[in-house]
């Protein structure tokens, strides 16, 4: 659980991962016609994704499976379950008969995460005082604010709630909470403490 302590108050966030997306490149051609009918959860419709699609139940994510040898993991939320993912595909890969790398670096790309803090976000005067930010109440009832170093994007919602994506590792995702808390404070967009 992430804290941020700011004049003596401490800001719990309750940061939870809710996605990673991954990839990993293992350099090899992989015969996806061959791995198609190895294991159940695969899908292979080249006409309409040139991707093969292989859905797990444990761990619950999906890894993309391309011919070019790039494998991509979504739905996991955790780097354990990342490498558990792409070990299953290099297994059923192998067990095509074709020769696949034991190691291979994985590449975090995205990693979405949800906060809360115990107060309401005012969004009138986060998107009037807050440059980079979007809000269209008629279309969607969160507001867009875009932060660049972290580079990161957030969801604000008059909850309190906020997601947080773009980010590829959790220091940033920390980081740039913090930061926007504090900018939150400063133009008076967050209210007491329920």
Known sequence: MVKYKKCDKVVNFGIKVENIVASVSLGITIPLNKIVSKVEGMEYEPEQF???????????????????????????????????VFNK??????????????????????????A????SLNLDTIAFKLEESEYEPEQFPGLVYRMTKPKVAFLFFGTGKIICTGARNMKDIKEALGKVYKKLKLI????KAR
Do not use: H, W
Request: aromatic fraction near 4%; glycine fraction near 8%; proline fraction near 4%.
């Open 50 to 84: 040139p991707g093969l699609v292989y859905r797990m139940k444990n761990p619950k994510a999906a890894a993309l499976v391309f011919g070019t040898g790039k494998v991509i993991c979504t739905g996991a939320r955790n780097m354990k379950d990342i490498k558990e």
């Open 116 to 119: 809360k803090i115990d107060n």
């Open 89 to 114: 595909v290099v297994k059923v890969v192998r067990s095509s008969g074709t020769k696949a790398p034991k190691e291979f670096e994985v590449q975090v790309e995205n990693i979405v995460a949800s």
């Open 188 to 191: 008076g967009a967050i209210s």
